[in-house]
C-alpha cells in the first residue's frame, strides 16, 4: 500500500511542479526586465512579480511532496512518474495557460507519454 501512496504522491509532484513552472514563467514575463549589470535589482524585481513568488511557493511544495514520494517508493518508479509530467506541462499550457501546442508538438508528447507507458 506505501508503494501505492508513493505513486500517488509522485503524480501530485509531477502536476504542482509543472503548475509551479508556468506561474513562474507567467511572473516572469510580467516582472521587468533583466539588467545583467544589476543582478540583484533584477531578483528583487522577479521576487515582486506576484506570480513568480506564487509559482516559486508551489514548487517547493512540490519538493515536499517529491521527498514524500521517495520516502514511501522505489526511486524509479518515482523519477518514471515524476517525467510523465510532461504530458501534463502540455495540457496546462495548452488548455490553462493559453500557449498554443502545435500538431507536431502534441505528436511528440503523445510518443513521450507511449514511450513512459512501454
Known amino acids: 500500500m506505501t508503494i501505492q501512496i508513493g505513486i500517488l504522491l509522485a503524480l501530485l509532484c509531477a502536476f504542482t511542479t509543472n503548475v509551479g513552472f508556468l ?27 506576484r506570480w513568480f513568488a506564487i509559482g516559486m511557493l508551489v514548487a ?12 514511501l517508493a522505489p526511486l524509479s518508479l518515482v523519477q518514471a512518474v ?24 502534441w505528436a511528440g508528447v503523445g510518443l513521450t507519454a507511449v514511450g513512459l507507458a512501454l
Open 60 to 71: 517547493a511544495g512540490a519538493f515536499s511532496l517529491h521527498v514524500a514520494a521517495l520516502a
Open 23 to 49: 506561474l513562474k514563467h507567467r511572473g516572469a514575463c510580467a516582472a521587468p526586465a533583466v539588467d545583467f549589470r544589476r543582478p540583484l535589482r533584477s531578483a528583487i524585481g522577479l521576487w515582486r512579480s
Open 82 to 105: 515524476i517525467s510523465g509530467g510532461l504530458v501534463f506541462l502540455t495540457v496546462l499550457a495548452d488548455r490553462v495557460f493559453g500557449f498554443e501546442v502545435g500538431n507536431r508538438q
